[in-house]
């Protein structure tokens, strides 16, 4: 297969997964930047974390939510557990990896606050401690996941939402979380701030 062949078949791979994300997510979306409206409303914040190329997804969506997305708009509440290196790596050092986001819910977490959980595989134990303690906080989990979900999805209750991106590949997935993340950033936008 030539380079170009497959440059075409990549972006044809991408194309079809969010095609088949429209038609399966859509509704999660729309349910997922209802509750953050509304946990903004009720003057309550979100944390967002994930790993590797998924902390890079929660840090982008704290950034559109704290500067702005594609409007002039007050700051909203968005805090990413994955930019202060100094606090991740002293946890890991001193606790272990595991607790780095769990530790910062601990600490910064409050009941009515949302976590915006970033992962391909739903499998890190990092994410599913801070799944576990933003429960322990009363605070609702919004996952935005891939593949079968992995450990995570099981962890969600009856007011979480998950966002499982229809693919086994952790590139389609993440390209799709970023897609999702700009729907819901307009979303929230829309609802809180008109056309």
Known sequence: MSLQNRITTLFN??????????TTLSEHIEYAAQKIVETLVNDKKLLT??????AGDAQHFSSEMLNRFERERPALPVIALTTDTLTITSIANDYHFDEVFAKQIRALGQAGDALVVYTSSGNSANLLKAVNTAHDKNMTVIALTGKDGGMLAGLLN???IEIRVPS??????QEVHLLITHCLCDLIDYQLFGE
């Open 13 to 22: 791979n991408s194309i079809q997964t969010k095609q088949d994300s429209l």
């Open 158 to 160: 009856d007011i979480d």
């Open 168 to 173: 086994q590949s952790t590139a389609r997935v």
């Open 49 to 54: 974390c994930g790993n590797g190329g998924s």
